[in-house]
Protein backbone atom coordinates (compact mmCIF):
# COMPACT_ATOMS: atom_id res chain seq x y z
CA UNK A 1 0.00 0.00 0.00
CA UNK A 2 1.20 3.61 -0.95
CA UNK A 3 -0.31 6.78 0.19
CA UNK A 4 1.08 8.47 -2.22
CA UNK A 5 -1.86 9.25 -4.05
CA UNK A 6 -2.68 11.83 -0.97
CA UNK A 7 -3.42 15.28 -2.20
CA UNK A 8 -4.34 14.61 -5.36
CA UNK A 9 -4.55 14.96 -8.88
CA UNK A 10 -2.28 12.97 -10.77
CA UNK A 11 -0.49 14.60 -13.84
CA UNK A 12 -1.50 13.91 -17.09
CA UNK A 13 -5.59 14.22 -15.85
CA UNK A 14 -6.10 17.67 -15.83
CA UNK A 15 -6.04 19.92 -18.61
CA UNK A 16 -3.50 22.35 -18.80
CA UNK A 17 -5.31 25.09 -20.04
CA UNK A 18 -9.07 25.42 -17.88
CA UNK A 19 -7.43 23.00 -15.41
CA UNK A 20 -10.66 20.84 -15.17
CA UNK A 21 -10.29 17.14 -14.61
CA UNK A 22 -10.75 14.95 -17.20
CA UNK A 23 -11.00 11.44 -18.77
CA UNK A 24 -7.57 10.53 -19.97
CA UNK A 25 -9.66 10.31 -23.57
CA UNK A 26 -10.35 13.64 -23.28
CA UNK A 27 -6.98 15.24 -23.19
CA UNK A 28 -4.54 15.84 -25.97
CA UNK A 29 -0.70 16.67 -25.76
CA UNK A 30 0.63 19.76 -27.44
CA UNK A 31 3.36 19.05 -30.24
CA UNK A 32 4.52 22.57 -29.75
CA UNK A 33 4.73 23.03 -25.88
CA UNK A 34 3.79 19.71 -24.64
CA UNK A 35 0.99 20.81 -22.30
CA UNK A 36 -1.87 18.88 -22.07
CA UNK A 37 -4.71 19.92 -22.98
CA UNK A 38 -8.66 18.94 -23.05
CA UNK A 39 -11.19 18.68 -26.20
CA UNK A 40 -12.79 21.60 -24.61
CA UNK A 41 -9.56 23.43 -25.34
CA UNK A 42 -8.51 22.25 -28.14
CA UNK A 43 -7.87 24.55 -31.03
CA UNK A 44 -7.83 22.92 -34.35
CA UNK A 45 -5.17 24.22 -37.42
CA UNK A 46 -6.30 21.60 -40.16
CA UNK A 47 -6.27 18.03 -38.93
CA UNK A 48 -4.43 18.51 -36.13
CA UNK A 49 -4.92 19.76 -32.27
CA UNK A 50 -2.64 22.11 -30.02
CA UNK A 51 -3.50 23.77 -26.82
CA UNK A 52 -4.27 27.08 -28.06
CA UNK A 53 -4.02 29.77 -31.12
CA UNK A 54 -0.77 30.69 -30.01
CA UNK A 55 0.98 27.15 -30.41
CA UNK A 56 -1.11 26.14 -33.69
CA UNK A 57 -0.37 29.40 -35.68
CA UNK A 58 3.53 28.85 -34.35
CA UNK A 59 3.66 25.57 -35.57
CA UNK A 60 1.98 26.06 -38.74
CA UNK A 61 3.83 29.41 -39.68
CA UNK A 62 6.83 28.09 -38.15
CA UNK A 63 9.42 25.72 -39.92
CA UNK A 64 6.60 23.31 -40.15
CA UNK A 65 7.47 20.39 -42.13
CA UNK A 66 4.60 20.06 -45.01
CA UNK A 67 5.19 16.62 -45.83
CA UNK A 68 1.30 16.47 -46.86
CA UNK A 69 2.37 19.18 -49.58
CA UNK A 70 5.65 17.52 -51.18
CA UNK A 71 5.15 17.08 -54.71
CA UNK A 72 5.45 13.62 -55.76
CA UNK A 73 8.40 12.79 -57.96
ZN1 LIG B 1 -9.40 22.38 -20.92
ZN1 LIG C 1 0.74 24.38 -26.96
Redesign the pocket.
Known amino acids: MTLENEGGDAPGEV ?6 I ?1 EPGELEKCPVCGHV ?5 VYRVGSRNYCSRACGDSFFFGDADDDEDLPEE
Open positions: CGRCERCFCLYC
